[in-house]
């Protein structure tokens, strides 16, 4: 089962890289992988659970800013 915790921390770094570049994005990503270690280090997941929790976060993230339009009536 994919990690709860790193997917959510990729997320919010796939936002901002996605969102406003990769320079802004840096610092998130090493957050979310530190996340992504604390998980396996303390014994909760698997390295795949870890990876897969990223990749599936990244894959939402890159889908959403390049298929998706939301038109919201101003």
Excluded: C
């Excluded at 936002?15 to 998130?28: D, L, S, T, Y």
């Excluded at 929790?53 to 998706?68: C, E, K, Q, S, T």
């Amino acid at each position: 089962m994919p990690s709860g915790h790193t997917s959510s921390a990729f997320m919010g770094a796939g936002f901002f890289h996605f969102q406003f570049g990769i320079e802004w994005a840096i610092v998130p990503y090493l957050l979310a992988a530190l996340t992504g270690y604390s998980r396996v280090v303390a014994k909760r997941h698997w390295p795949r659970d870890v990876v897969v929790g990223a990749a599936l976060a990244i894959f939402v993230n890159y889908y959403f800013f390049n298929y998706v339009t939301i038109d919201l009536p101003i």
